[in-house]
T-cell receptor, first 117, second 115 residues
Framework: AQSVTQLDSHVSVSEGTPVLLRCNYSSSYSPSLFWYVQHPNKGLQLLLK??????LVKGINGFEAEFKKSETSFHLTKPSAHMSDAAEYFCVVSDHPMDTGFQKLVFGTGTRLLVSP | DGGITQSPKYLFRKEGQNVTLSCEQN?????MYWYRQDPGQGLRLIYYSQIVNDFQKGDIAEGYSVSREKKESFPLTVTSAQKNPTAFYLC??????????????FGPGTRLTVL
């Protein structure tokens, strides 16, 4: 079964400094991986996704993530944090769509990013 | 604008009541999903539907029911059998394809509180 572990429940950075949110996954198949962002009391928005093309994936708002199969990791980075980046971030692995065509998403428990001025 | 709407934004329920959460999408997606979000637990799948008039239980379906009479709509009923219904509920939709890693589009959520 697929699973995902977000290694930090909270990450604090200063505005203008780099952001690193860590994610490790477990999958029996070649996985599809996603990062979603959630602002308080809002729905989730897709930041980026990996689907076995380029291992370095660029997303919205300057975020990117690198798929490392040998390390089973999919860490999210941004060179310079902005106050508006403060939110909760979810790493998500998708299992293999089997005969039903249903592709279940398995969510990590989230990392809350705090950005100080 | 294309997207997913959920209503109401906030909902209060008394013990023993059934309540229904609305989810509507105009993205022409075949697949729709309901998730429950609790602090520190990520999102857990309640029900999903890949086509009209068909739906399947997710990981935590007990105490919930759904219907899918129209492609655009996937309402969730929280029944009195759900012992701990206070949570944030998120509806999502996606293309239903067995070959693609399809992103799911999320609505803004409904926060349900039991009084």
């Amino acid at each position: 079964a697929q699973s995902v572990t977000q290694l930090d429940s909270h990450v604090s950075v200063s505005e203008g400094t780099p952001v690193l949110l860590r994610c490790n996954y477990s999958s029996s198949y070649s996985p599809s991986l996603f990062w979603y962002v959630q602002h308080p009391n809002k729905g989730l928005q897709l930041l980026l996704k990996y689907t076995s093309a380029a291992t370095l994936v660029k997303g919205i708002n300057g975020f990117e993530a690198e798929f490392k199969k040998s390390e089973t990791s999919f860490h999210l980075t941004k060179p310079s944090a902005h106050m508006s980046d403060a939110a909760e971030y979810f790493c998500v692995v998708s299992d293999h769509p089997m005969d039903t065509g249903f592709q279940k998403l398995v969510f990590g428990t989230g990392t809350r990013l705090l950005v100080s001025p | 604008d294309g997207g997913i709407t959920q209503s109401p934004k906030y909902l209060f329920r008394k013990e023993g009541q059934n309540v229904t959460l609305s989810c509507e999408q105009n993205l022409n997606h075949d697949a729709m999903y309901w998730y429950r979000q609790d602090p520190g637990q990520g999102l857990r799948l309640i029900y999903y539907s890949q086509i009209v008039n068909d739906f399947q239980k997710g990981d935590i379906a007990e105490g919930y029911s759904v219907s899918r009479e129209k492609k655009e709509s996937f309402p969730l009923t929280v029944t009195s059998a759900q012992k701990n219904p206070t949570a944030f509920y998120l509806c999502a939709s996606s293309i239903a394809s067995p070959f693609l890693a399809n992103e799911q589009f999320f609505g803004p959520g409904t926060r349900l509180t039991v009084l």
